[in-house]
């Protein structure tokens, strides 16, 4: 299993110039891709223009959006703006794209939430059609991976992705919806396996979890107490992330995407460290 990094776009705080200084040492780690995240009501930075900067600062690792919140933006121009991030890129651009959970999102786009899952739908249709046009950026489009885990999401993956993309959770979440997934494949006749990503949250070292904690329960407040669920599943030793990994590795994940929940970059060579101690 191929294991990504996120960039910490979403942590309150979190410097513009750290940003780029964080992709250049990911580029240099053994790290195969590069993840941000979306919000829009949040102190936070915007994920494609995030992943554009980190885009012109990097040459090998990969670029995923894990997720953005395709309903909040217009169709044309995200396939704009994701064909620029193909070409500056030199094509290593994922694009993940889900529903997101959070009203005051939809609220501050001036988005209704109603209808949203097929909204998207109709989005991936609509990506595909404008990456096809002969005017063009002339760029390879970038895969598309879909999250979520309700039926209609599965449909969705199945029907219009390219693959899934899992919201997080322990291998156990990430099992239930992958059987799911391989078999709405298999029935709506499409050849292949689909691609399977998942993610999860790292603040490694005794420094750095408590800090990570009241991220995640601010991040996910609007899940009420579940919050608290959510935040305890927050991997901060080596022995986290080994059982994580090898959890979702032996589910047939094929890329997961550590995103840091605080923005200290030395989170780059923790990494690493525990990594290159696996077996």
Not at 63 to 82: D, F, H, Q, S
Request: include cysteine.
């Amino acid at each position: 299993m191929r294991v990504g990094i996120g960039l910490p776009n979403a942590v309150p705080g979190t410097d513009g110039a750290l940003l780029v200084e964080w992709a250049g040492r990911a580029e240099a780690g053994p790290f195969t891709s590069l993840g941000v995240v979306d919000r829009l009501r949040y102190n936070s930075h915007e994920p494609l223009t995030t992943l554009a900067a980190a885009a012109a600062v990097t040459e090998r690792i990969g670029l995923v959006t894990m997720v953005v919140i395709g309903p909040l933006r217009n169709a044309g121009v995200l396939a704009k703006e994701t064909a620029t991030i193909q070409a500056v890129s030199g094509g290593r651009l994922v694009l993940g794209l889900g529903v997101g959970a959070r009203a005051d999102d939809y609220e501050a786009a001036g988005v209704p939430t109603a209808g949203r899952g097929e909204l998207l739908s109709s989005m991936i249709r609509a990506l595909r059609d404008r990456w096809d046009e002969p005017d063009g950026l002339n760029v390879d489009p970038p895969p598309i991976l879909a999250g979520g885990g309700s039926d209609a999401a599965v449909a969705r993956v199945a029907m219009h992705a390219d693959g899934y993309v899992h919201g997080g959770g322990p291998p156990r979440s990430f099992a239930r919806v992958v059987e799911r997934v391989r078999a709405a494949w298999r029935d709506a006749g499409r050849p292949g396996e689909p691609k399977l990503w998942g993610q999860g949250y790292i603040a490694l070292g005794d420094d750095a979890r408590e800090r990570g904690l009241a991220y995640m329960r601010d991040y996910y407040a609007f899940t009420g107490p579940f919050a608290e669920k959510i935040a305890a599943g927050l991997l901060s030793t080596p022995q986290d992330v080994a059982a994580f990994l090898r959890g979702y590795g032996d589910l047939g994940c094929e890329e997961m995407v550590l995103l840091p929940a605080v923005a200290d970059i030395d989170q780059i060579g923790r990494l690493e460290d525990v990594l290159g101690s696996l077996p």
